[in-house]
Nanobody, 120 residues
Framework: QVQLVESGGGLVQPGGSLRLSCAASTSIFSGNTMGWYRQAPGKERELVAF???????YYTDTVKGRFTISRDNAKSALYLQMNNLQPEDTAVYYCNGYSPTIRARFGNYWGQGTQVTVSS
């Protein structure tokens, strides 16, 4: 059974920072590209960033220069450092495999996510 446990969310003022963490099962993490996703109220879930096992990264345009994704392969942990947060970053944030094939292998399971709220 796959484990994806996100943490680190909270309420922060515009311009503030948060660091999200994801504890994943080795089965889904090891050797796979991992991603952070977010879902805002009334919107579809979207990809925020992904990181390959080689540590090469991708960011969606709206977070480039503000967010940094990283991984600790020894701990099967994924991180997202979020700086200069803005109200439009408000969403529930999830981690998961980047590849739809990988996600399907684990029954398209998603963890509970962690709520990030940016508001003054």
């Amino acid at each position: 059974q796959v484990q994806l446990v996100e943490s680190g969310g909270g309420l922060v003022q515009p311009g503030g920072s948060l660091r999200l963490s994801c504890a994943a099962s080795t089965s889904i993490f090891s050797g796979n590209t991992m991603g952070w996703y977010r879902q805002a109220p009334g919107k579809e879930r979207e990809l925020v960033a992904f990181i390959r096992p080689s540590d090469t990264t991708y960011y969606t345009d709206t977070v480039k220069g503000r967010f940094t994704i990283s991984r600790d392969n020894a701990k099967s942990a994924l991180y997202l450092q979020m700086n200069n947060l803005q109200p439009e970053d408000t969403a529930v944030y999830y981690c998961n495999g980047y590849s739809p094939t990988i996600r399907a292998r684990f029954g398209n399971y998603w963890g509970q996510g962690t709520q990030v709220t940016v508001s003054s």
